[in-house]
């Protein structure tokens, strides 16, 4: 059974950091480009971050370059995703996904291939 398993969510306060962590199983993990995405209250699903197989390329969306840290430990199917400096802005439900990137794994869209069920990111004073 293909299974992605977000967690690490939680409530912080403006400025503060979460790890979230994407547990993967039923598949060749090391094989498998991956993504984070996330969605807001009221909002469109939108590209958070990107990583290769084996994590030597990352790429950001311009929202969250220079706060967010991805990463992933291919050995223990595990994909990471840090957070500093956190905003309000950053609400959300973040999802892991694997995906086919059609121009790049910088560059939306992609094709999604397995999902999680996600996880919640509060980000509230």
């Known amino acids: 059974e293909v299974q992605l398993v977000e967690s690490g969510g939680g409530l912080v306060q403006p400025g503060g950091s979460l790890r979230l962590s994407c547990v993967a199983s039923?598949?060749?993990?090391?094989?498998?480009?991956m993504i984070w995405v996330r969605q807001a209250p009221g909002k469109e699903l939108v590209w958070v971050s990107s990583?290769?197989?084996?994590?030597?390329?990352?790429y950001y969306s311009d929202s969250v370059k220079g706060r967010f840290t991805i990463s992933r430990d291919n050995a223990k199917n595990t994909l990471y995703l840090e957070m500093n400096s956190l905003k309000t802005e950053d609400t959300a439900v973040y999802y892991c996904?694997?995906?086919?990137?059609?121009?790049?794994?910088?560059?939306?869209?992609?094709?999604?291939?397995?999902w999680g069920q996600g996880t919640q990111v509060t980000v509230s004073s």
């Open positions: 996904a694997t995906v086919t990137a059609r121009y790049g794994l910088g560059t939306p869209p992609f094709e999604y291939n397995y």
């Open positions: 990583i290769n197989t084996g994590g030597t390329s990352t």
């Open positions: 039923g598949f060749t993990f090391s094989n498998a480009d």
